[in-house]
């Protein structure tokens, strides 16, 4: 089998390559503008990587289109805080840029693997999001958080609407908040504040001994995925060859590890404030609440809940999430640990 994996250096990219390359002989095409994260997979003879931009090199792309069996556009832009402040460059990449891929495959009938969100179930009431009944439910248009959901929900739609008319072959998941190594960058960088997701927030905040910010009071809840379990589903998704999840959208997440974000920032700093390697540390984060129009902007609106409905990847797939949050919050926590002690910080 051969795989096109665009945004290979991402959070997701990274770890599906490497799950590949140590289980299976595919071969995998992966561009990237960086390879920082990518250590594990560069000496790999099944891995062949370009260092490229989906916007400026569409001829390479084509011609790897053309050659592979199926196709993953994992490019995207996914923190709130570039909703609020840049929603056009959202817009631009995450639709438009992404849009030029499905077409790609939709003209070599190529076999789509594409990354929704559960940011598209918005505001959605059910207890459960459910990924074929679930309405789709978001905020004003004057609160631009919305610009990410609504651009991958219209994705979602054409790329069905292919399916149906011209017999697109694919796939669609929906990741519901994965957490683990390599999820973001760590930033210095106060003009760069609430750019990345929390898990990665609060843990630069601890290793840099600066208060951890809970927004509006940190009592919306949220289910974390650790990304071997989301990688371990892909896998199962990617091997079947069958067409058996051809026209499937399926929910990727674990309903057992829900926590308010207030309880994800204790649980993080005990974490860190107990394990043998920050017993140096003289002084450890506050935790301190504050409002999003502060942190975020007017642009921001937040949804209480978030819980998948597994069902579906259950039956169909097989599969199920095993890693519990305490251990999913160790191991991501250890990673960043571990990295920042060879940086020699």
Known sequence: MKLLVLGVNGFIGNSLVAKILSDTDWEVYGMDIRNDKLDACLGSNHFHFVEGDIGINKEWIEYHVKKCDVVMPLVAIATPATYVREPLKVFELDFEENLAIVRLCVKYNKRLLFPSTSEVYGMCTDREFDEDESHLVLGPIRKQRWIYSASKQLLDRVIWAYGFERGLRFTC?????????????????????????????????????????????????????????????????????????????????????????????????????????????????????????????????????????????????????????DTALRKTLEYYLDANMKAGC
Do not use: M
Not at 209 to 214: A, K, N, T, V
Not at 296 to 303: R, T
């Open 173 to 325: 998941f929906r990741p519901f908040n994965w957490i683990g190594p390599k999820l973001d960058e760590l930033t210095s960088d106060p003009e760069k504040e609430g750019s990345s997701r929390v898990v990665t927030q609060f843990i630069g905040s601890l290793i840099k001994s600066e208060p951890i910010c809970l927004v509006d009071g940190g009592l919306q809840k949220r289910c974390f995925t650790y990304i071997d379990d989301g990688i371990e589903c892909l896998v199962k998704i990617i091997e079947n060859k069958e067409n058996k999840f051809n026209g499937e959208i399926f929910n990727i997440g674990n309903p057992k590890n829900e926590a308010t974000v207030k309880e994800l920032a204790h649980k993080l700093k005990d974490i860190f404030v107990n394990h043998p390697s920050t017993g140096h540390y003289k002084k450890h984060s506050e935790i301190k609440e504050v409002f999003s129009k502060d942190f975020y902007g007017d642009g921001y609106q937040d949804i209480n809940f978030r819980v998948p409905s597994i069902r579906k990847a259950r039956a169909l797939i097989g599969w199920e999430p095993k890693v519990d949050l």
